[in-house]
């Protein structure tokens, strides 16, 4: 079964603020590596955010930076993706991703378990 599943997207308007979920299923991923990837139409899949097993360590693509936040509850085996000053040009599918071996994998578009996106729109 599907493994990752991300909710929270929706229609937006410039400025506005938005927080995705991603809650696994069928396994704990607490011990994981997570992280949010975005594909807008007619683009390639981009990254956008990852954090390491243990919350410590986190990773942000420069167009994001300082806008959006990724945390983790591994209690609650949760991942959020915190996402304030929306722009236009953040709309795109966002999926979750998740991977056993660090956050370079995930950073590296390569995690080995994937959610299956949730749509962000924002208007300008």
């Known amino acids: 079964q599907v493994q990752l599943v991300e909710s929270g997207g929706g229609l937006v308007q410039a400025g506005d603020s938005l927080r995705l979920s991603c809650a696994p299923s069928?396994?704990?991923?607490?011990?994981?590596?997570m992280g949010w990837f975005r594909q807008a139409p007619g683009k390639e899949r981009e990254f956008v955010a990852a954090i390491s097993w243990n919350g410590v360590s986190t990773y942000y693509a420069d167009s994001v930076k300082g806008r959006f936040t990724i945390s983790r509850v591994n209690a609650k085996n949760t991942v959020y993706l915190q996402m304030n000053s929306l722009k236009p040009e953040d709309t795109a599918v966002y999926f979750c991703?998740?991977?056993?071996?660090?956050?370079?994998?995930?950073?590296?578009?390569?995690?080995?378990?994937w959610g299956q996106g949730t749509q962000v729109t924002v208007s300008s």
């Open positions: 069928g396994r704990t991923f607490s011990s994981y590596a």
């Open positions: 991703a998740a991977d056993p071996n660090g956050s370079s994998r995930i950073r590296a578009s390569i995690a080995d378990y």
